[in-house]
């Protein structure tokens, strides 16, 4: 273990914050030979990460800001990992008044993307750089290679650059780790990342329970229809783990795992903060959103239990062929998936454009193959059609995702009619549907809505055949004006 801080010791980086994620990626970086200062608020977690993994690598101990600072080579770097919000602020001011020009501070917490932006700005006039590195992988992903994708600066990038990149997932010889952009940029990107992580994750859960509810399949049974998926197109890490979680077998009862864990799921606020920001701008993430609220109606608890033996109906009828039904559940997850992605990258484009940040969907593609929580191989997919078209109007568009989807809609419907008639809630699966008959329809009712608020309130619509806005004078003679 070394303790003692001198001038021949300095560190490469320094990292505060030494819980899962900050001890691991501590650990993940002096693997890859770099010297690493630690930092944590209570001691207690620097020494137990150095009397467990102090061989691992060179790693200098502190014990205050002030030493921590001073262990670091010059311009300084330090990676804050604690959480997010109010801890976050009072560890960069800590450190910004032991700091000095040109040093860098990197926040690879979850932190909202306006607070990156706040914090950027701020740390700026005081000289230093600020990057808001979104992170994913979770405690493993932490420890042997997750996906970073760093804001802030491009300058600092290329001090940072090189030492992000020998840490990340590596697919094809490729970093999971690009600079994405300025300021918040970083962050926003990981809340999108985070909000498909929501959706993707609901999907599985609504295949799930049509396997259990429509075909009365064990979740033993559900495990090995998650680990054959996870064979094809629909491999992913999120289908690979569903599997292992479906597998596992409670000591205490004997049962299936997943039967003894209450059911009400629980979120930090990254999915619903994603929600928001597409509320802000305009951009309709549906299938994000039916995850977020999911997970809300699964806490509402009290409700549930008083609306138990609510009627169902009397179209219960299950479907008659096992294995067809199991490949229309295939084939309606990865077109919903496809919608939840489509809707994630046009959520991106969107902060892109309101923020000026010129984000590349194809650099997102490219680095959320490996190491991140919604690594699959769809994301190959889509890092091939950004590739081609740049420019996509939407994911969907793009020919190969095109076909995939006019190859499943049959299925798709066919799940999503069965659950509607059996009493099977899948509201991510019925919504993204929605929403892809929604994007394809030559004319919408929104032509209606157009006309109840000229009605209601003279707010005017504009016409097919002339430029400009209309009004009709509903409460006279109903002619209709120019506005
Ligand atoms: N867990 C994951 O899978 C995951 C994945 C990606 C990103 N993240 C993000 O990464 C960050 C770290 O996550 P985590 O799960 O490792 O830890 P965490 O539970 O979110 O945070 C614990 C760490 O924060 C420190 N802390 C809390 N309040 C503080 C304060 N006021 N001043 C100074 N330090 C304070 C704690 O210090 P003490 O030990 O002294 O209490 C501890 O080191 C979070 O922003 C999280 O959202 C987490
Ligand atoms: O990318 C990741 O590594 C995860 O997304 C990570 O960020 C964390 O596990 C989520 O914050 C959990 O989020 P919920 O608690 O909201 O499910």
């Known amino acids: 273990m070394t303790s003692a801080v001198n001038s021949s010791e300095l560190a490469q980086i320094g990292v505060t914050g030494l819980a899962v994620m900050g001890s691991n990626i501590a650990r993940n970086l002096a693997r890859h030979g770099h010297t690493v200062a630690l930092h944590n608020r209570s001691i207690a977690k620097t020494d137990a990460l150095l009397e467990e993994h102090g061989s691992e690598g060179k790693f200098v101990r502190t014990e205050t800001i002030e030493e921590f600072v001073a262990a670091l080579q010059k311009p300084r770097r330090v990676l804050i990992m604690v959480k997010a919000g109010d801890p976050t602020d009072a560890v960069i001011e800590e450190l910004a008044s032991a ?254 454009a309101e923020y000026d940040w010129n984000l590349h969907p194809g650099d997102l593609a490219t680095i959320w193959r490996g190491g991140c929580i919604i690594r699959a191989r769809f994301l190959d997919r889509i890092k091939d059609a950004y590739d081609d078209n740049a420019e996509l109007p939407s994911l969907i568009l793009a020919p190969y995702f095109r076909e995939a989807i006019e190859n499943a809609i049959d299925s798709w419907r066919r799940v999503v009619i069965t659950a509607a008639s059996l009493g099977i809630p899948v509201p991510a699966f019925a919504s993204s549907l929605a929403y892809y008959d929604a994007l394809r329809a030559e004319r919408l009712p929104a032509a209606l809505t157009q006309g109840q608020r000229d009605f209601f309130g003279a707010h005017t619509y504009e016409r097919t055949d002339s430029e400009g806005k209309f009004h009709t004078l509903w409460s006279g003679d109903r002619s209709e004006v120019q506005a």
């Open 99 to 352: 700091m000095e020009e040109g040093d860098i501070i990197i926040d690879g917490g979850n932190a909202l993307y306006t607070d990156t932006i706040r914090r950027e700005a701020s740390l700026k006039e005081r000289g230093l750089h600020f990057v808001g590195a979104g992170i994913s992988g979770g405690e493993e992903g932490a420890l042997n290679g997750p996906s970073i994708m760093p804001g802030g600066p491009a300058e600092s990038y290329k001090a940072l650059g090189p030492l992000l990149e020998s840490i990340a997932a590596q697919v094809d010889g490729t970093p999971c780790c690009t600079h994405i952009g300025p300021d918040g940029s970083g962050h926003f990107v990981k809340m999108v990342h985070n909000g498909i992580e929501y959706a993707d994750m609901q999907l599985i859960g609504e295949a799930y329970n049509l396997f259990r509810d429509a075909l009365d399949l064990t979740p033993a049974q559900i495990a090995d229809v998650f680990t054959e998926w996870n064979n094809g197109d629909l491999e992913s890490y999120l289908v690979e783990i569903t599997a292992e979680v479906l597998k596992q077998v409670d000591a205490k009862t004997g049962q299936p795992l997943v039967d003894v864990i209450v059911d009400a799921a629980e979120q930090k606020g990254t999915g619903r903060w994603t929600v928001k920001a597409a509320l802000d701008l305009g951009v309709p993430v549906t299938g994000i959103a039916e995850a977020v609220f999911a997970r809300a109606l699964s806490g509402s608890r009290t409700q549930r239990k008083a609306a138990v033996g609510l009627a169902s109906g009397t179209l219960s009828e299950k479907p008659s062929d096992a294995e067809q039904f199991t490949h229309d559940i295939s084939r309606a997850l990865y077109a919903s998936k496809i919608v939840a992605y489509a809707q994630g990258f046009d959520q991106i484009a969107a902060g892109s």
